[in-house]
């Protein structure tokens, strides 16, 4: 059963700041990962999908990366800014970590 | 794009009634759904993969026969808890593959269940 882990629970960082959210799984056979914001009550909102034979995908100031061999990937928000502020999940065979809660501080 | 809805967006309740909650496809077919739970502050957890045309899967220890679940079109896939326990108070979200988009999940906005 796949399993998904996310580092760090959460962070806080002042407003312009580069940071680097982590995501872990333990079965390399994947077909794809899917990152994805949540703002507090809300559902889902889809950000980034990587397939499982790409290394990246860009979308404005989000980067995401995929290393199915180390089973990881990363998603990198640059310049971040208050309205970046949510919890980030990422997604992976249907199963979900726990998230990681952002704060971008004005 | 593709858009996922559900119905209702809340809903309140007594303890031991049931509630339905549906999940549409509004611009593609979905031969399979997933429904998910989710609790306060914490991420969401798969329930079930609802099938068109046959029986749902449920994840271990999902009660089957609290939590009905019919894909009764290519379109449609209803979820319906049973005998509803303020336990079950959650937020239930569905989501659907796209073939062709390399399956990219799409979710449905939500469904906030309180069971008084």
């Known amino acids: 059963k796949q399993e998904v882990t996310q580092i760090p629970a959460a962070l806080s960082v002042p407003e312009g700041e580069n940071l680097v959210l982590n995501c872990s799984f333990t079965d390399s056979a994947i077909y794809n990962l899917q990152w994805f914001r949540q703002d507090p009550g809300k559902g889902l909102t889809s950000l980034l999908l990587?397939?499982?034979?790409?290394r990246e995908q860009t979308s404005g100031r989000l980067n995401a990366s995929l290393d199915k061999s180390s089973g990881r990937s990363t998603l990198y928000i640059a310049a971040s800014q208050p309205g970046d502020s949510a919890t980030y999940l990422c997604a992976v065979s249907m199963r979900f970590g726990a998230g990681t809660r952002l704060t971008v501080k004005p | 794009g593709a858009v996922v809805s559900q119905h209702p967006s809340w809903v309140i309740c007594k303890s031991g009634t049931s509630v339905k909650i549906e999940c549409r496809s509004l611009d593609f077919q979905a031969t399979t759904m997933f429904w998910y739970r989710q609790f306060p502050k914490q991420s969401l957890m798969l329930m079930a993969t609802s099938n068109e045309g046959s029986k749902a899967t449920y994840e271990q220890g999902v009660e089957k026969d609290k939590f009905l679940i019919n894909h009764a079109s290519l379109t449609l896939s209803t979820l319906t808890v049973t005998s509803a326990h303020p336990e079950d108070s959650s937020f239930y979200i569905c989501?659907?593959?796209?073939?062709?988009?390399?399956?990219?999940?799409?979710f449905g906005p939500g469904t906030r269940l309180t069971v008084l």
């Open positions: 989501s659907a593959p796209r073939a062709g988009a390399a399956d990219t999940q799409y």
């Open positions: 990587i397939q499982s034979s790409q």
